[in-house]
């Protein structure tokens, strides 16, 4: 079993503008911790930096401070190509996430192959069947092309590629967002259970309260890439206290509301949202958040 520690994790991006060159923050000091059978939801808007910390995750983009601590049960810092075993990501989009060219078995192979997880052609193509199964589709599908699935269908052959290297920590950048609403309590079922067979840490990306509450132990609000937010899903969306927490409540769909006006309470002024505060349930109170240098927003 692995778990990670993300402490004070930063990213900065260099823009250019014609001659001058600013410093843009997308992350700026957050931190959390990913355990063995338990779920990270990252939730906030689109641009509040929830990607760039799965990319970081997923060493697909460097750190530009702070540290990702990944290690074994027995305390084994996981590094080189067993971090890239063992942290695997499953993303948004099922449709542009595999190559219309290969077959599924060829998606799935690879991995298996690549990580040294089987021997020979024989053994390779018998656990391409099995994780073909974990994710309750039939044999059938390894010879099919993607575009011969539905975009449900699609999600599981990629949760079963993120798992064919023995994976222990699952990144899922928004796995359900693309997927109809029909199915996707049963993805996300799915998730949960293989979370519980193999004792995944799970980091569950989101701007779905609904899906984030349903799926996850521990909710972290994001805002302008610092966490205003954090603590139990079922604290954090019952009882929020940040505005933006709010304001995020108040976009969600409720039929109880129809009748009535959206927000209970004063309508929130986006321009007038401090990041500079969390509030940490676990704590019961406000944590400062460190002063973002000069010339980074």
């Known amino acids: 079993m692995t778990s990670v520690t993300v402490n004070h994790l930063t990213k900065d991006f260099h823009v250019r503008k014609g001659l001058r060159r600013n410093t843009l923050r997308a992350v700026d000091d957050v931190s959390f911790e990913l355990l063995p059978g338990r779920t990270v939801a990252l939730v906030g808007e689109s641009g509040s930096g929830k990607s760039t910390i799965a990319r970081m995750l997923a060493k697909l983009e460097s750190v530009t401070s702070g540290s990702i601590d990944v290690r074994l049960e027995d305390g084994t810092p996981v590094v080189g190509s067993m971090y890239r075993r063992h942290v695997q990501m499953v993303f948004q989009d099922p449709f542009a996430s595999l190559n219309p060219f290969h077959s599924i078995e060829h998606h799935i192979a690879r991995p298996l192959q690549l990580h040294h997880r089987t021997r020979g052609a024989d053994e390779t193509r018998e656990r391409v ?3 073909l199964d974990r994710v309750n589709l039939d044999e059938d599908f390894a010879e099919r092309r993607p575009h011969e699935l539905s975009g449900g269908q699609r999600q599981r052959v990629a949760i079963a590629r993120a798992l064919a290297p ?40 989101t701007h779905d309260l609904a899906t984030a509450r349903h799926f996850s132990d521990e909710i972290l609000v994001l805002y302008r890439g610092r966490v205003v937010e954090r603590g139990p899903s079922d604290a954090v969306i019952l009882d929020p206290h940040h505005d933006y927490t709010r304001l995020l409540a108040d976009a969600a769909p409720d039929p109880e509301r129809v009748d009535r006006r959206v927000t209970a309470g004063p309508v929130v002024d986006r321009a007038t949202i401090d990041n500079t505060t969390c509030y940490d349930h676990g704590l019961g109170a406000w944590v400062d958040a460190p002063a973002a240098p000069v010339g980074a927003r």
Not at 171 to 199: C, F, K, T, Y
């Open 166 to 205: 023995g994976a222990q920590v699952l990144v899922a950048d928004e796995p359900v967002s693309m997927l109809d609403v029909s199915i996707r309590l049963s993805v996300l079922n799915l998730m949960g259970r293989l979370q519980r067979e193999d004792h995944l840490a799970v980091l569950y990306i």
């Open 129 to 131: 069947r099995e994780l």
